[in-house]
C-alpha cells in the first residue's frame, strides 16, 4: 500500500533523461524488497535517436537565411573562376607549342603524301655494287677501302655476270612498274591528287624533296594564254637554235607588243582548255574545282 502511494508520486520526468529510467528501477527494486513484494519491471522510455537528432540539423540548416546561402555560392564561383584564370605562357611554352603544332602538321601531311611501294634495284651496277658488297661487309676493311674494292669489282665483271645482272635489272624494272601500278590503284584519283598536294607542301616546309606521284588519271591542268602563245612562239624557224635564255626574253618582249584582241585569240584558247579541265575535274575526281566553289558560293 505505501508503496503503491509513491509509485503513483513517482515519475519519471523528474530524472534527468539520461538516469531516470535506471534511478526509478532502483528505487522500485528498493521498495519492493522493502515490502516483500514481487520486483516490478518497467518499461524505459526511448532514448530521441540520432537520426532525429540528425534531421534537427538538417532542418536548421534548411531554415538558414537563403540570402546567406546565396552569397557563399557566389563566393565559391567566384574564387574557382579566379583559380582557373590561365597563366600567360613563357616564351619557351610559345615555342614549345608551336614546334608541337608544326611536328603534328608534318605528320598530318605525310599520312595524306602517301609512301609508294620500296622499289628493287633497277639498274646492273646497282645490282653488282649489292652483290661484291654482301661478300666484304663483314671484312677488317676500312669502310672506304670496302667501297673502292666494291666499285672496282663491280666494274670489273665477267661478260657472263654482267649479262646475268643485266636481265635481272630488266626484271625488277618490270616488277617494280607492276608493283607501283598496282599501288597507285588502290587509291581514288582524288586520294592521288590530294597526296600531291601534300608532297609539294612538305617539300617545302621540310626542305627535302617530295616527287609528285604519277598517275595517268590525274586530269591535266588547263594551259594559260601565254602559255599557248608562247610554245606557237618557239615553234617558228627563227628562234630555233639560240640560246634558251634569249629566246625566253625575246617571247615575254613579244607577247607584251601585242595588243588586246591580238591577245583575245589566245585568251579563248585558255577558256576553252579551262572548261575542258572543269569538266573532267568533275567526272574524275567527283568534286568541282576550288575556283567553280568559290563562284557558286557568290551566286
Not at 509513491?6 to 528501477?25: M, N, S
Not at 574564387?79 to 600567360?88: E, L, V, W
Not at 645490282?127 to 673502292?148: T, V
Not at 582524288?190 to 607542301?201: D, F, W
Request: glycine share 4%.
Amino acid at each position: 500500500g505505501s508503496s503503491g502511494g509513491f509509485l503513483r508520486t513517482l515519475h519519471v520526468g523528474a530524472l534527468p533523461r539520461p538516469t531516470g529510467a535506471i534511478g526509478l528501477h532502483n528505487q522500485l527494486r528498493h521498495i519492493c524488497l522493502t515490502g516483500n513484494a514481487r520486483p516490478v519491471r518497467l518499461q524505459a522510455p526511448a532514448i530521441p535517436s540520432i537520426q532525429w537528432m540528425a534531421q534537427s540539423n538538417s532542418f536548421a540548416t534548411a531554415s538558414a537565411d537563403p540570402e546567406t546561402a546565396k552569397a557563399s555560392k557566389t563566393k565559391k564561383s567566384s574564387d574557382k573562376t579566379k583559380n582557373n584564370k590561365k597563366k600567360p605562357l613563357t616564351e619557351a611554352q610559345k615555342e614549345k607549342k608551336k614546334d608541337q603544332k608544326h611536328k603534328a602538321e608534318i605528320a598530318e601531311l605525310k599520312k595524306t603524301a602517301l609512301t609508294p611501294p620500296k622499289k628493287l634495284p633497277a639498274s646492273f651496277f646497282s645490282l653488282a655494287f649489292a652483290e661484291k658488297y654482301s661478300a666484304i661487309k663483314d671484312s677488317s676493311l676500312d669502310p672506304k677501302e670496302a667501297f673502292k674494292a666494291v666499285v672496282a669489282q663491280a666494274k670489273s665483271l665477267s661478260a657472263e655476270d654482267e649479262e646475268r645482272l643485266k636481265t635481272q635489272a630488266k626484271a625488277n624494272t618490270a616488277a617494280n612498274a607492276a608493283a607501283y601500278e598496282s599501288w597507285l590503284r588502290s587509291y581514288t584519283p582524288l586520294q592521288i591528287k590530294e597526296a600531291n598536294a601534300a608532297r609539294r607542301t612538305l617539300s617545302r616546309l621540310v626542305k627535302k624533296d617530295y616527287r609528285p606521284l604519277k598517275d595517268d588519271r590525274l586530269v591535266r591542268h588547263p594551259a594559260s594564254a601565254y602559255s599557248y602563245y608562247l610554245k606557237e612562239f618557239l615553234s617558228a624557224s627563227e628562234h630555233q637554235g639560240k640560246p634558251v635564255n634569249e629566246t625566253f626574253k625575246d617571247a615575254a618582249k613579244a607577247w607584251n607588243a601585242l595588243t588586246q584582241s591580238e591577245k583575245n585569240r589566245y585568251n579563248e584558247l585558255f577558256a576553252e582548255d579551262l572548261a575542258r579541265y572543269e569538266k573532267e575535274h568533275q567526272e574524275v575526281y567527283g568534286v568541282p574545282t576550288r575556283k567553280q566553289t568559290q563562284t557558286r558560293a557568290q551566286l
